[in-house]
């Protein structure tokens, strides 16, 4: 059984329907599999207490992140790129001694530190496995304050711990930022990269909304949560993965570092934004509408010409998009992406038939839906036959248009 719990009570703006579990692909489409196929309402809220936008109700995450999570962050080069970076730009900049990285996938970030210098969680059986094969000490649990109390007592405190679009999937915040507190050093830092809802706002990229981010953070909501545990935010940095994503860095509250100037700016610029405001998101609301309705007309239009249009990327992204706009094989063929274990299944909800570019990315198509829009750069380098021989690219952010 699959558990629905309220997230605090917030204040809805958005609904965006009946929703199947973004990660759920099918293995077969028989009547015996759809039938089990699990559904809930997606809507969204906003806390004007605490200035935070997150799911009205979540799921139970131990049904979301089983021995069969598709993702696999190291089959991005652009995500391998980013990790890379920042991997030694902290070990640079902060020198730690013992690091840790919380939601650690299949071990793209990991692999640029020493293996006796890191630690990785991950409650995801089977991605736990890959980086324990490659030789890092791995705790495949869900973070929480006994197994951070559990870490210290066996290792010791952590100079640095990282997470990467992990702590907005995490529902109790207080636990997860009480656990961090537990964990580091005096002088230890915490970074997080998560998307940001001040993006998620000016694109109008309201498929950052799926059953696994609970939260989509700011720089307003962030400093007042992790306040409630002994902990404060004192440097920002936006960064372009995943849509628009900011990276926090926080410290222990007695901690040495001081409040970058970049930090009072942007939580500045929010504040000018009204991210603070209510009505922020009521008006972001009716711009999703108008996105949903100008990408069917589109589609609708296209597929009466007789065109050829698939999806370009099994993304989590896309689950939203799809089934929030009713979009199945009446308009699209197929769905191809990289993702060898996507493969071969059929979308949740929509159920399109999933396959590799190999197979399915030939001269027939006419047009590709940007599923993976965040990656567009990437893809468009990559997919420079398509382009030279007339193939256009389809995208809804930041509004429905053909590139």
Same mark, same amino acid.
């Given at each position: ?26 293995? *077969? ?13 997606? #809507?969204?809220?906003?806390? %004007?207490?605490?200035? $935070? ?10 049904? $979301? ?38 939601? #650690? ?11 006796? *210098? ?14 324990? @094969?490659?030789? &890092? ?9 006994? @197994? ?23 529902? *109790? ?32 990229? &309201? ?19 992790? #306040? ?28 040495? &570092? ?23 998101? $009521?008006?972001?609301? $009716?711009?999703? %509408? ?40 009446? &308009? ?37 839906? @940007?599923?993976?829009? *965040? ?29």
């Amino acid at each position: 059984m699959i558990l629905i719990l309220k997230v605090n009570m917030k204040k809805k703006f958005l609904d965006l329907g009946k929703q199947p579990l973004a990660n759920s692909f099918l293995h *077969n489409i028989s009547k015996k599999n759809l039938k089990r196929e699990y559904f809930y309402n997606l #809507s969204v809220g906003f806390d %004007k207490k605490n200035h $935070q936008v997150s799911l009205t109700k979540h799921v139970n995450p131990k049904m $979301q992140y089983t021995n069969l999570y598709a993702h696999r962050a190291s089959q991005s080069q652009t995500m391998k790129k980013s990790f890379q970076d920042i991997a030694l730009k902290l070990q640079r900049k902060f020198k730690p001694k013992l690091s840790m990285e919380i939601g #650690s996938n299949d071990g793209v970030f990991l692999k640029n530190f020493n293996k006796k *210098n890191i630690i990785a969680v991950e409650p995801c059986i089977n991605l736990a496995k890959i980086t324990k @094969l490659q030789g &890092y000490k791995t705790y495949s649990k869900f973070w929480t304050k006994k @197994l951070a109390k559990n870490i210290v007592k066996s290792h010791q405190k952590l100079d640095l711990i990282f997470s990467a679009n992990t702590l907005s999937h995490i529902p *109790n915040l207080k636990e997860t930022f009480d656990a961090i507190s537990i964990s580091l050093s005096k002088d230890g830092i915490l970074v997080i990269e998560d998307p940001y809802i001040g993006t998620v706002i000016k694109l109008n990229s &309201y498929d950052q909304f799926y059953d696994e981010h609970v939260y989509v953070f700011s720089l307003l909501s962030i400093t007042k949560t992790v #306040s409630l545990s002994n902990l404060r935010l004192f440097d920002s940095e936006p960064i372009t993965t995943h849509g628009g994503s900011m990276r926090y860095y926080i410290c222990k509250s007695e901690s040495k &570092y001081k409040p970058t100037k970049r930090l009072n700016y942007f939580i500045n610029r929010e504040l000018k934004q009204k991210l603070n405001k209510f009505s922020t998101y $009521q008006n972001f609301s $009716q711009r999703v %509408k108008k996105s949903k309705k100008d990408l069917i007309k589109l589609l609708t239009s296209l597929k009466k010409k007789k065109k050829k249009i698939i999806v370009y990327g099994a993304t989590y992204k896309s689950t939203t998009i799809l089934n929030y706009c009713n979009l199945g094989s009446k &308009y699209f063929d197929y769905v191809i992406d990289t993702t060898p274990n996507k493969q071969g299944k059929f979308t949740p909800g929509k159920h399109i038939p999933i396959i590799s570019p190999q197979k399915g990315f030939d001269d027939s198509v006419d047009y590709a839906f @940007l599923g993976a829009w *965040n990656f567009k750069k990437e893809i468009f380098k990559k997919e420079t036959n398509f382009i030279k021989r007339g193939g256009k690219f389809i995208t809804h952010v930041p509004k429905v248009r053909i590139i």
